[in-house]
Structure formats: structure tokens, C-alpha cells
């Protein structure tokens, strides 16, 4: 009578262990957020110039992981998550830029609501706002003397006829007295506007270029100098020099889809190899090397390249044929000059203009070695 009494009873405890032992493995399904730096420092900030900090995290559970709302602790600081889910053993970001408005110490916190649980979870980042960081160099590292500069190149990229796209320069005044900024040679396409119109000793300013579309010159590449003044009666040089690139699209907007499917395909090999955005040059220690490519047309009109335009002097091409028949191919010498490389503010890159609806425009980085 024991014996059956006891092996029933034996069963029960048998399956209750099984049920703790899954509870306390985590085999119930669910989501599990995981921040891999929740908390982050990141040091001295100029005051009036936004920085943002970017936090990774994954989703460690069995179940897809949602970011329902993040909340920062201050009007501040903007946010910014992913919107969709994010799968079982995936990763995603959230990045929180704050506006560096005020000087001094700072903490800021972001509470983040997932589907894992009701409670938030909890980032923080911290720093100190100054006016004058010990080292502007990182920053700003085009010295102009008494300025300085985050950048001396500005590029409009992928701009369609019409847009009026923004780009900003952050300009750093170094002197002990205001400061003014004026661009000169401004082509008529380019407006700007300073904010502030004065900037105070150790301050931080911006510049802001608008591009009209409507009044450039071509498709393609169109390049120019503007000249940052550094004080009154400046005058042009190298040295206060900012190039500004606009690349604008040719339109398509009357192409059926009948047309797309047998529309020029432009495709470039070096060899037997494609060539997607990117070319290796070996310079060595040679004055100039040229490079040969092959540009071929895989589609079923004839392709044409209306531009084919370089970036900064250090590139020189020539394409043997600007229109290639359907199933044809063309070379293209892409020749680099040490000398000029060394003087370029850019990297150097070629850009190519064609009829091909899927690759209007082609950039191509030369990698030289």
C-alpha cells in the first residue's frame, strides 16, 4: 500500500520540478533588452553645439523585442529608435542628441518602454558644456588663424532640379574680440546666413549655405571656391578656402515602366572584377599611374554619359566613347597625380552623369596606394 501511494506522489514532485526549473532557466518566451553601455561619459561639449551619443543594445530573449516610447529627461535632448521590431538575438541603436545649451556639468537620463515589462529602463549620459575646450583641434580642425573651421568642403549631394537643400559650417572664433563672418565669391545659387551675425570671443557660430537647384549650371558636378573672411580687407587664398560641391540629378520622371526594363545599364569592371563604388590604384612611389576600367552597357538602348567630372585636380580621366550601344563597352583611364594628391582637401573621386535611370549618377572613390 505504500509503494502506491508513493510513486504518484513521486510524479507530482517530479513535474513541479521540471515547471521551477524551466521558470528559473527562462524558458518562458519573451523579449530581453540588453544595453551594452547603459551609462556613458562623453566629456567636455562646445556650448551651443549639439552632440550626439548613440547607445547599442540587443535583443537577448526568445521573442521580438518592440521600443514602445523613450522618454529624455529634458526638452533638450532629441531622440531617436528603431520602429519596428527587433528579432530575437538583433541588434539596434538609440541615439540621443542634446543641444549643448547650457555651460556647466550635466545628466541626462532616457527612459526606455519596451513589450518586455511595464517598468522603463534606464540610459544615462553625462559631460560638461564649455565655452573654450581645452582642445578645439578634434573639432575643428581647419585652422584659419584667428577662425576656426569644422570643414572647408561642403558637398551637395543627390540634389534633384527644384530642391533648395541646407548645409552648415560650424566656425569657432579664436580672437579676444567679436567676430564676423563673410563669404566672399558666393555664386548666385549659393545664399547664406551666419547665426549669429556676431560671434563673441571663444564662441561658436554657424554658417548656413541654402543651394538653389533652379539656378545651377548642369547636371552632374558643379563645383566652385568660396573664401571665408577672417578680418576686414581679408583676401582670398588657399588657405580661407571652402570648395563646394553640387551634384544634380537628370530627371526621369516620365519613364514608364515598360521603358525601365529596357533602359541603358551602366556597369563598371576593372577586369574580371565589378567595380561598385570604389577603385585601388598602387601609386607607390611614382609621380603619376593611370588605371583602365571598362564601362559597359548590359541594357537594351544605348547608354549615354553626358558627364564624366572629377572632385579635385589630383584625377584625370577620359572615356573613349560617351554613347555605348546596347551590349557594348568603352574605356575608362582614370590617371592620378602624386603632386596634386598631396595638395587635394578631398579625397579624390570621379563622378559619372548617364541616361541610366537605376544609376544616373556614379561616384567612384579611387583607393590610392
Known amino acids: 500500500m505504500l509503494i502506491r501511494t508513493f510513486v504518484p506522489t513521486m510524479k507530482k514532485i517530479y513535474i513541479t520540478l521540471v515547471a521551477m526549473l524551466a521558470l528559473a532557466t527562462g ?71 542634446y543641444d549643448a545649451g547650457m555651460l556647466g556639468s550635466f545628466q541626462r537620463e532616457l527612459a526606455v518602454y519596451t513589450n518586455q515589462q511595464d517598468e522603463p529602463f534606464y540610459l544615462t549620459f553625462s559631460g560638461r558644456v564649455v565655452v573654450s575646450p581645452l582642445d578645439f583641434d578634434g573639432n575643428f580642425p581647419i585652422d584659419l588663424g584667428s577662425v576656426r573651421l569644422n570643414s572647408n568642403y561642403v558637398e551637395f549631394d543627390d540634389v534633384n532640379r527644384g530642391d533648395k537643400p541646407v548645409v552648415e559650417l560650424q566656425v569657432v572664433n579664436m580672437e579676444h574680440g567679436t567676430y564676423e563672418p563673410q563669404l566672399m565669391h558666393l555664386p548666385n545659387y549659393l545664399s547664406v546666413e551666419c547665426m549669429p551675425s556676431v560671434i563673441q570671443p571663444g564662441r561658436v557660430g554657424k554658417i548656413r549655405l541654402t543651394l538653389d537647384s533652379d539656378k545651377l549650371f548642369m547636371d552632374g558636378l558643379n563645383q566652385t571656391s568660396i573664401y571665408l573672411s577672417r578680418h576686414m580687407g581679408d583676401k582670398i587664398s588657399d588657405k580661407n578656402e571652402i ?16 521603358r525601365l526594363e529596357t533602359a541603358p545599364h551602366i556597369v563598371l569592371m576593372d577586369g574580371a572584377e565589378m567595380v561598385d563604388d570604389e577603385v585601388s590604384i598602387v601609386m607607390g612611389t611614382k609621380k603619376r599611374v593611370t588605371k583602365v576600367i571598362n564601362v559597359t552597357n548590359i541594357g537594351e538602348e544605348p547608354l549615354t554619359i553626358s558627364a564624366v567630372q572629377v572632385f579635385n585636380r589630383a584625377l584625370t580621366v577620359s572615356l573613349g566613347d560617351r554613347t555605348i550601344p546596347a551590349h557594348g563597352t568603352t574605356k575608362l583611364k582614370i590617371t592620378v597625380d602624386a603632386k596634386e594628391l598631396r595638395k587635394a582637401k578631398n579625397g579624390p ?8 535611370p537605376r544609376h544616373a549618377k556614379t561616384v567612384l572613390d579611387v583607393n590610392v596606394e
Do not use: W
Open 27 to 97: 524558458a518562458v518566451a519573451q523579449p530581453q533588452f540588453v544595453a551594452e553601455t547603459p551609462i556613458q561619459k562623453v566629456g567636455e561639449m562646445i556650448f551651443q553645439t549639439p552632440k550626439t551619443v548613440t547607445f547599442e543594445f540587443q535583443n537577448k530573449g526568445t521573442e521580438p523585442l518592440v521600443i514602445t516610447e523613450v522618454h529624455p529627461s529634458c526638452g533638450c535632448v532629441s531622440v531617436a529608435y528603431p520602429q519596428v521590431a527587433i528579432m530575437a538575438g538583433a541588434s539596434g541603436q538609440i541615439t540621443a542628441t
Open 243 to 258: 570648395v563646394v560641391s553640387a551634384v544634380l540629378l537628370p530627371a526621369f520622371r516620365d519613364l514608364t515602366p515598360e
Open 349 to 356: 573621386r570621379l563622378l559619372l552623369i548617364s541616361n541610366d
